[in-house]
């Protein structure tokens, strides 16, 4: 197959991780006999800094003529005073609107050998499998009206959460039908107890629900879920919630694994490219210094092959270079132990090219 990738770096060590996902996708496509073609465009601080604008039409064009896009990370202290529709963010949120990629896949999966580098206990997080999806284009994140104003000669200020019936329920039937083929149970968190949108969130999901006899759903209060997320994570499956929502339990989520720097994520809409990018965000404290994890980038990879070219085997291949590696032993500085030889991003990519080449040598 030939398939044409949107590669957006971004800032921070966006470009470093995203440059070791392609070597690797290089490699997949050379094994397999496909042929991956990249086309760079600008995100964030880099496209305000050189045109002004966090999300240039360029790049949203660029996207939406390939198969999938392919992201590292956005911002970075140089951008943090800027107006908020100024700010690098405003260009990952834009495009995540523009391509409509409503349903945020965030799978959270333990690598044994890394049990011990989480601040969990072992037993809490051993054999933990299970997959956040976030509604990525509504709710608190959208919202009309966003502003500041004044109200009785004080500044105050608004933000909203809105959902519209057909938002939520097609997130949540996305949801259900990702619980189908793994675990059949779906936990819907919300805070129907306080707010509006979760009582008609809870309502429709339970509706959905008719429609998928054999997978159990559960509904689940925000507050009590990032609880029961750290205190016994194994009765989750699929955690479908609202955007605010799911971004705070996403980055809760990710110490089950170890570190952030271990969590990949795809974006999907219905007809749009996809969007695949590492949970973890630009780290400019060691931007450029070859000392980031590339491991998230590198399975968001695998991620697109898998829901955007139904590349089955291959994404397999390389979930399983990644676990390869793990096993190992090799760490980059995040998921090492005091005393453990740390890699660089670099390293780290080598030897998921080399655990690649050994497990198709082996086939
Ligand atoms: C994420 C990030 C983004 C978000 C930021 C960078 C806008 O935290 O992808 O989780 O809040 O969605
Ligand atoms: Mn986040």
């Known amino acids: 197959?030939?398939?044409?990738?949107?590669?957006?770096?971004?800032?921070?060590?966006?470009?470093?991780?995203?440059?070791?996902?392609t070597n690797i996708l290089d490699e997949v496509a050379e094994q397999f006999g496909h042929t991956f073609t990249y086309e760079y465009a600008d995100i964030g601080g880099i496209a305000l800094d050189r045109e002004g604008v966090p999300l240039p039409d360029k790049t949203v064009e660029t996207c939406r003529e390939s198969d999938g896009v392919l992201l590292g990370a956005v911002g970075g202290p140089k951008w943090d005073e800027n107006p908020g529709h100024l700010r690098p963010e405003a260009g990952l949120l834009g495009i995540r609107k523009q391509l409509e990629l409503f349903a945020n896949l965030r799978p959270v999966a333990g690598h044994e050998s890394l049990n011990t580098s989480s601040s969990l206990k072992e037993?809490?997080?051993?054999?933990?499998?299970?997959?956040?999806?976030?509604?990525?284009?509504?709710?608190?994140?959208?919202?009309?009206?966003?502003?500041?104003?004044?109200?009785?000669?004080?500044?105050?200020?608004?933000?909203?959460?809105?959902?519209?019936?057909?938002?939520?329920e097609r997130i949540v039937r996305r949801a259900f039908d990702l619980a189908k083929v793994r675990k059949k149970h779906?936990?819907?968190?919300?805070?129907?107890?306080?707010?509006?949108?979760?009582?008609?969130?809870r309502e429709i999901a339970d509706e959905v629900s008719e429609d998928y006899p054999d997978v159990t759903l559960e509904h689940m209060l925000v507050d009590n879920a990032a609880m029961q997320l750290i205190r016994d994570p194994k009765q989750f499956d699929v955690v479908v919630t609202e955007n605010?929502?799911?971004?705070?339990?996403?980055?809760?989520?990710?110490?089950?694994?170890?570190?952030?720097?271990?969590?990949?994520?795809?974006?999907?809409?219905?007809?749009?490219?996809?969007?695949?990018?590492?949970?973890?965000?630009?780290?400019?404290?060691?931007?450029?210094?070859?000392?980031?994890?590339?491991?998230?980038?590198?399975?968001?990879?695998?991620?697109?092959?898998?829901y955007s070219f139904g590349m089955i085997a291959e994404a397999t291949a390389i979930d399983e270079a990644i676990q390869q590696v793990l096993s190992n032993g090799f760490r980059t500085g995040d998921i090492a132990k005091p005393g453990e030889k740390i890699l660089s991003t670099d390293e780290m990519t080598a030897e998921v090219v080399k655990a690649l080449q050994t497990a198709a040598a082996k086939s």
């Open 1 to 21: 197959m030939e398939k044409k990738i949107t590669v957006l770096p971004g800032d921070g060590i966006g470009p470093e991780v995203v440059e070791a996902t």
């Open 123 to 168: 037993e809490v997080i051993n054999g933990v499998d299970l997959m956040i999806v976030r509604e990525l284009t509504g709710g608190l994140y959208f919202g009309e009206p966003k502003e500041r104003r004044e109200e009785g000669g004080e500044e105050a200020v608004v933000d909203t959460l809105s959902y519209k019936r057909s938002e939520i």
């Open 186 to 201: 779906v936990t819907s968190v919300d805070k129907a107890n306080v707010l509006e949108s979760s009582r008609l969130w």
């Open 244 to 306: 605010m929502f799911g971004d705070i339990l996403s980055d809760e989520a990710s110490v089950l694994t170890g570190s952030l720097g271990m969590l990949p994520s795809a974006s999907i809409g219905s007809d749009s490219p996809g969007l695949y990018e590492p949970v973890h965000g630009s780290a400019p404290d060691i931007a450029g210094e070859g000392k980031a994890n590339p491991l998230a980038t590198i399975a968001s990879a695998g991620m697109m092959l898998k």
